[in-house]
């Protein structure tokens, strides 16, 4: 692939603005408040936008069109199912207890309603799960440079993976350094709008060369094209699911355990001017949201629509394997640090799913407007880093450190802190983007983290919130019991054709799913139940906290939000009325 000077002139300025934003900011960063919530000072329709970009990283970008590729138009229920509905719930009814009780971060929040101990589970586990998040948006961003060859005849090709990096955790380091949560807020604005503009010409190009809608649907099983279809048993769909797996672990644990419990989502609707806007943000940001297959699934479809006769991106792609083992323009998986073709444990081909949106970028972009498209891939990986470094600094400082290092420093001190914290992250970001390399879709690798993390989490809150007699030593219980219970399902279970170890049953081998998405699913399942029973039972035998003291804090004690002075169209609940419609007509249109 050979970039002209107008490709690379778009990168440069994109870089360029995005550095400038950090310095620019620097001056307002006086208080860890400034730097660590943004002043809560933000209007709604930025936080909203910067909610859902926080969100557009790797994972969305990369990862969601590997899963388009790999399974199909299924993978919009991560979406319809898996994100929109939780994201009007965290809008109407859990951004009050947010935001009103004025918590710093999601684990503060937890140390308000139960104590001190259940605030230190949360908080090691969430700091852990960000330097994850944050390592696969940064290997998916290497990935992509070593593959399109952006540095070939600079550097020598064995060494393109590290540089690159290397030069991503540099970048975003400066300018989450600078201007903390508010360079990073005004960053995603930018890069959503970025990946907007580079991904719909894209789509619109790709659909006319493979016959539109109706061109995939010819060339793919139907199973690939129908979102409810064949979801009746788990051998009958790409996904690998039946109904009741997709629905109670994707469409409740995983999906209200990511958007109602994410530091990483939530403390940008915390940045917001006021509660009613704070309440507004996932609502605004839901509109847009269910909306992206378009944009980000729709181009797996395509890459794997393309006749074989018809492509030749793959031989640009530097590092994938050329000897004819493709599927539509998806090359074969080659390992990033030895250059080896990679195969199962059966001898075949491992696909390299997310190289679909790349690899389509080459096969349909003209110079110029291929720069566009690398800069919207480029913003996307930036943006999932910076989210997670943000969220990360944030817990660090106040959860961790204030909490049990330094707990009588001055504000300046913590500000500091954040800084170092935000260098700290980063450093152990680069070793998780090293650890990404065994999957061959990003998004299967972070299922599987927010399945340890956020599906036990969201029994807590919920619990927490609406039942009034959970206590401390019931979550605190719940919390390690339902972690353990994940790790338990993990290690005694594995997706068909994987080799034990990180994908599973580095224990023993007892049960088979159809695909790594099936066994996140459930893992995610069986940890929420075991810590719903057990904070339960704790909770019955163990004594509750005085009513009075959880004003704020449970959902049947706290005042209403009042919202007579509030046209009809800026409530939140004619809001989420809205949103529900729209979404019910996008699913039966695709069931």
């Given amino acids: 692939m050979t970039l002209t000077f107008i490709d690379w002139l778009i990168m440069l300025v994109y870089f360029v603005f995005v550095l400038g934003?950090?310095?620019?900011?620097?001056?307002?960063?006086?208080?860890?408040?400034?730097?660590?919530?943004?002043?809560?000072?933000?209007?709604?329709?930025?936080?909203?936008?910067?909610?859902i970009s926080a969100n557009l990283g790797a994972q969305e970008v990369i990862g969601m069109g590997a899963s388009g590729a790999k399974y199909g138009i299924a993978t919009s229920?991560?979406?319809?199912?898996?994100?929109?509905?939780?994201?009007?719930?965290?809008?109407?009814?859990?951004?009050?207890?947010?935001?009103?009780?004025?918590?710093?971060?999601?684990?503060?929040?937890?140390?308000?309603?139960?104590?001190?101990?259940?605030?230190?589970?949360?908080?090691?586990?969430?700091?852990?799960?960000?330097?994850?998040?944050?390592?696969?948006?940064?290997?998916?961003?290497?990935l992509l440079i070593q593959t399109l060859g952006l540095f070939r005849g600079i550097i020598p090709d064995q060494y393109i993976f590290h540089v690159s990096v290397l030069l991503s955790a540099v970048i975003v380091l400066a300018y989450i350094f600078l201007g903390g949560l508010t360079s990073a807020i005004y960053n995603e604005v930018l890069q959503f709008f970025l990946i907007v503009a580079g991904f719909a010409p894209l789509v619109w190009v790709g659909l006319k060369n493979v016959g539109g809608w109706h061109g995939i649907q010819q060339r793919l099983p139907g199973a690939m094209t129908h979102s409810w279809q064949g979801m009746t048993h788990a051998n009958t769909n790409p996904l690998g699911v039946e109904w009741f797996g997709l629905v109670m672990g994707l469409?409740?644990?995983?999906?209200?355990?990511?958007?109602?419990?994410?530091?990483?989502?939530?403390?940008?609707?915390?940045?917001?001017?006021?509660?009613?806007?704070?309440?507004?943000?996932?609502?605004?940001?839901?509109?847009?949201?269910?909306?992206?297959?378009?944009?980000?699934?729709?181009p797996g479809l395509i890459a794997v629509s393309v006749p074989a006769v018809q492509h030749v991106a793959e031989n640009h792609l530097v590092g994938s394997s050329t000897a004819g083992t493709s599927l539509g323009i998806i090359p074969q998986k080659v390992n990033p640090v030895s250059g080896a073709p990679m195969l199962d444990d059966k001898g075949q081909p491992v696909y390299n799913y997310d190289l679909a949106i790349p690899a389509l970028l080459l096969h349909y972009f003209p110079s110029g407007i291929l720069g566009l498209g690398l800069t919207a891939l480029l913003a996307s990986f930036m943006s999932g880093m910076a989210g997670?470094?943000?969220?990360?600094?944030?817990?660090?400082?106040?959860?961790?450190?204030?909490?049990?290092?330094?707990?009588?420093?001055?504000?300046?001190?913590?500000?500091?802190?954040?800084?170092?914290?935000?260098?700290?992250?980063?450093?152990?970001?680069?070793?998780?983007?090293?650890?990404?390399?065994?999957?061959?879709?990003?998004?299967?690798?972070?299922?599987?983290?927010?399945?340890?993390?956020?599906?036990?989490?969201?029994?807590?809150?919920?619990?927490?919130?609406?039942?009034?007699?959970?206590?401390g030593h019931g979550a605190f219980s719940g919390l390690i019991l339902g972690t353990g219970a994940a790790l338990l399902h993990h290690g005694l279970t594995l997706p068909q054709d994987a080799a034990p170890g990180l994908h599973g049953a580095w224990i023993k081998l007892v049960h088979t799913y159809p695909s790594d998405m099936a066994q996140n699913f459930w893992t995610a399942i069986v940890a929420f139940s075991v810590n719903l029973l057990v904070t339960v039972a704790i909770s019955l035998m163990t004594k509750p906290r005085p009513e009075p003291e959880l004003?704020?804090?449970?959902?049947?004690?706290?005042?209403?939000?009042?919202?007579?002075?509030?046209?009809?169209?800026?409530?939140?609940?004619?809001?989420?009325?809205?949103?529900?419609?729209?979404?019910?007509?996008?699913?039966?249109?695709f069931a």
């Avoid at 009814?93 to 101990?117: C, H, I, N, Q, T």
């Avoid at 990483?264 to 509109?287: F, K, T």
């Avoid at 972070?446 to 969201?458: D, I, Y």
């Avoid at 509030?566 to 529900?580: D, G, R, Y």
Wanted: glycine content about 6%.
């Fill in 551 to 589: 004003v704020g804090l449970v959902y049947s004690l706290t005042p209403k939000p009042v919202e007579e002075h509030l046209a009809w169209w800026q409530k939140p609940a004619s809001l989420a009325i809205a949103v529900l419609v729209l979404l019910v007509i996008l699913n039966l249109v």
């Fill in 21 to 51: 934003i950090g310095f620019t900011l620097k001056r307002y960063m006086r208080t860890s408040n400034d730097f660590f919530l943004a002043g809560r000072s933000i209007p709604a329709w930025i936080c909203g936008l910067a909610f």
């Fill in 388 to 471: 997670n470094v943000t969220a990360f600094n944030t817990v660090w400082t106040y959860d961790i450190y204030q909490s049990y290092i330094n707990k009588r420093a001055t504000d300046a001190h913590y500000l500091m802190m954040g800084r170092i914290a935000t260098i700290g992250g980063i450093l152990l970001s680069i070793g998780a983007a090293y650890a990404a390399t065994s999957f061959n879709n990003i998004m299967d690798a972070l299922q599987l983290v927010f399945s340890f993390v956020n599906a036990p989490l969201f029994a807590t809150f919920l619990l927490g919130m609406f039942w009034k007699r959970t206590t």
């Fill in 77 to 142: 229920h991560f979406y319809w199912i898996g994100a929109v509905p939780a994201m009007v719930f965290v809008g109407i009814f859990m951004m009050p207890f947010y935001y009103g009780s004025k918590a710093r971060s999601v684990p503060e929040y937890l140390r308000l309603r139960f104590d001190e101990k259940t605030r230190a589970v949360n908080a090691f586990s969430f700091a852990i799960m960000t330097v994850f998040s944050s390592g696969i948006s940064m290997y998916a961003m290497a």
């Fill in 251 to 298: 469409g409740f644990v995983l999906s209200f355990g990511y958007w109602c419990t994410d530091f990483l989502v939530v403390q940008r609707a915390m940045a917001a001017n006021s509660e009613e806007s704070a309440r507004r943000v996932p609502l605004i940001a839901a509109i847009p949201k269910m909306f992206f297959p378009f944009l980000v699934i729709l």
